[in-house]
């Protein structure tokens, strides 16, 4: 028999929420601390985080994380702040658990339902953050075809490359805005832009971004038609959409399966058997 304590699931929820809420806060993102100093912008200093935390956090994890936070967008979460949620979630989804216990009396599936509570509770931030990630790539994709072809006619009209990357960022939206002004950012302040555009590859992670970078790059490189390439790859990224498209059209009547399995099914046979069984109960 498990004996629980109410106070120590009432500690335990208000150390988590503590833990979450402190997360919560933004940080600054390290490349505009970057241009800040750079730009000699002074500002106030920020307090450290609390050390013992910080030393739980190894430098693989914290370069994994910090990885995929810059990913998904999120440049005010450091990856600290990513543990703290991750163990602010545990910490909920194991009062979930001792509660679920106290409901079912310490009952062995008590026992199973509370762990496997526990188990989903600290999983939540990083299914949110895989799905930042995926919406994140899924909005750059969208957007990238019709940038290139503004950034094409640019071009061909006659404008430089950094001029042309100035008025085709102002016409588009979301994500790749911000990256795109990033890298403008780090244009403008000297580095070579080359770097600056494989940079922006490395941030975004992503296909199509990492083909248009890899062909604008080899294009300046081999003294190519910088407005050509940039038609035949908004092509290829609507290709490609497209493509991915159909891929998950194709999918749809596995995915059907389940859900016609679960609700549909059991529906039609109610409506078939149905007033015969209710036929046969009032005839009873």
């Known amino acids: 028999m498990i004996v629980i ?14 833990l979450i809420v402190l997360s919560a806060f933004p940080a600054n993102s390290p490349m505009a601390a970057r241009i800040k100093k750079l730009e000699r912008v ?45 163990t602010g979630a545990l910490g909920i989804g194991i009062v979930a658990g001792l509660s679920i216990l106290l409901v079912f009396r310490s009952s062995a599936f008590g026992i199973v ?3 496997f509570t526990a188990l989903v509770g600290w999983r939540i931030p990083s299914i949110m953050l895989a799905r930042a ?48 002004t990033s890298m403008l950012a780090e244009i403008r302040l000297g580095r070579p832009r080359a770097d600056a555009f494989n940079a922006l590859a490395e941030r975004v992670n992503e296909d199509s971004t990492s083909t248009m970078v890899t062909a604008i790059v080899q294009a300046e490189r081999l003294g190519a038609n910088l407005s050509e390439v940039l038609q035949e790859l908004a092509k290829e990224v609507r290709d490609r959409r ?21 609700f549909m099914i059991p529906s039609l046979y109610l409506m078939i058997f149905g007033p015969v069984i209710a036929r046969l109960v009032t005839n009873r």
Request: charged residues 20%.
């Open 5 to 18: 304590s109410p106070a120590l699931i009432v500690i335990c929820g208000a150390v988590s929420v503590f």
């Open 133 to 180: 990630v995926k919406a994140r790539k899924e909005e750059i994709q969208r957007e990238l075809p019709d940038f290139l072809d503004l950034l094409a006619t640019t071009v061909q009209a006659g404008l430089a490359l950094n001029a042309a990357l100035v008025q085709a960022v102002d016409a588009v939206h979301g994500a790749l805005k911000e990256e795109l």
């Open 242 to 262: 497209w493509m991915h498209a159909e891929e998950r059209a194709a999918q749809l009547p596995i995915k059907m399966i389940i859900p016609m399995a679960l």
């Open 42 to 86: 002074s500002e106030k200093s920020v307090s450290a985080r609390v050390t013992i935390i910080e030393q739980i956090v190894s430098k693989e994890r914290k370069s994994r994380v910090q990885h995929r936070l810059i990913e998904a967008g999120w440049y005010g979460v450091t990856p600290l702040a990513m543990t703290m949620r991750g």
């Open 113 to 115: 339902i509370g762990v």
